[in-house]
């Protein structure tokens, strides 16, 4: 498996307008979010991201992960100035290995609703039902998660619904 990081919030600016063009061409991607918190999640999406309006695309392929620290007396999960992910060439049939300790949470479609990607010039979306499992501002500076049926979430995939964007991650990848 290849992979490619096709956008970065530090390297390419606070640009969803830059994040769609630079992700136009690939199918299968993993979004990567790490927050001022410290938190980190992200989904895998089944689509490219493009903006269609108001309109849901995706398949029952998406799924979301969150990293959770073990507990509360951990360090924050990652200095202010690492990089959200990193890509190990040695294991090629895993995801990137993000660069966090914790336990990771993965969340798959619950047969719920077909709410899986939403992608307009305002924001972008994962989720539906109830609230979206994740949204970003089309700067990619702001955000906000909570519980979703989509992907049967029950909370924030963060410590909190509403967070603030440290950097955001885009690769994506194909055999």
């Not at 998406?62 to 992910?85: E, I, K, M, Y």
Request: charged residues 25%; aromatic residues 10%.
């Amino acid at each position: 498996m290849n992979w490619k990081r096709l956008f970065s919030l530090s390297d390419n600016g606070a640009s969803l307008v830059t994040l769609y063009h630079n992700a136009r061409h690939d199918e299968r991607t993993l979004l990567v979010i790490r927050t001022d918190d410290s938190d980190v999640f992200g989904v895998y999406a089944s689509q490219c991201w493009r903006p269609r309006g108001e309109e849901y695309f995706g398949t029952g392929e998406c799924s979301l992960f969150s990293v959770r620290r073990r507990n509360t007396a951990d360090p924050p999960a990652l200095p202010s100035d690492a990089p959200v992910g990193h890509i190990e060439e040695r294991d090629v049939d895993r995801p990137p290995e993000i660069a966090v300790s914790g336990i990771v949470e993965r969340h798959r479609w619950t047969y719920a609703n077909n709410l899986f990607m939403l992608a307009t010039p305002a924001r972008i979306a994962v989720g539906g039902g109830g609230n979206f499992a994740i949204m970003l501002d089309d700067e990619l500076l702001q955000g906000s998660s909570g519980a979703c049926e989509t992907f049967g979430t029950s909370r924030s995939l963060g410590s909190s619904e509403m967070f603030r964007v440290r950097e955001v991650e885009l690769w994506g990848f194909w055999v």
